[in-house]
Nanobody, 122 residues
Framework: QVQLVESGGGSVQAGESLRLSCAASGFTYTPRSMAWFRQAPGKEREGVAV????????DYAVSVKGRFTISLDNAKKTVYLQMNSLKPEDTALYSCAAGSFLTLSDKLYFYWGQGTQVTVSS
C-alpha cells in the first residue's frame, strides 16, 4: 500500500525556518515527480515545489522562489522542503504528492499524504 507521510510542521515566528519531510513507502516503482502543495483555510490548494527524481529538475511557485528548496534522498525515499524566511502568508497545511510530470497542478498527482500544519506568526 502506497503511503506518503509528512512531518516537520510546527509554529514559528516570521523569518524563521522549518524543514518538512515526506517519507514514501509501498511504491513498486519510483514516481517520476514528487511535489509539495499547501492549502490555507478558505483558499485553493497551491503547488509550492516539485522535483523530478531522475533530474534533479525542480520548479517552484513564484511566491516561494528563493526561500524554499525541495530536495530528495533516494536512499531514504524521502522528499524534503526547506523553508527559510517564513512569512505569515506561508501558514497552511502542507502535503506531499507523487505524480508523473514536472507540474504544480494538483490535478496530475495521484498519491497524497495527510499533511503537516505550518503556522507562521508575525
Amino acid at each position: 500500500q502506497v503511503q506518503l507521510v509528512e512531518s516537520g510542521g510546527g509554529s514559528v515566528q516570521a523569518g524563521e525556518s522549518l524543514r518538512l519531510s515526506c517519507a514514501a513507502s509501498g511504491f513498486t516503482y519510483t514516481p517520476r515527480s514528487m511535489a509539495w502543495f499547501r492549502q490555507a483555510p478558505g483558499k485553493e490548494r497551491e503547488g509550492v515545489a516539485v522535483i523530478l527524481p531522475g533530474g534533479p529538475t525542480t520548479d517552484y511557485a513564484v511566491s516561494v522562489k528563493g526561500r524554499f528548496t525541495i530536495s530528495l534522498d533516494n536512499a531514504k525515499k524521502t522528499v524534503y522542503l526547506q523553508m527559510n524566511s517564513l512569512k505569515p502568508e506561508d501558514t497552511a497545511l502542507y502535503s506531499c504528492a507523487a505524480g508523473s510530470f514536472l507540474t504544480l497542478s494538483d490535478k496530475l498527482y495521484f498519491y497524497w499524504g495527510q499533511g503537516t500544519q505550518v503556522t507562521v506568526s508575525s
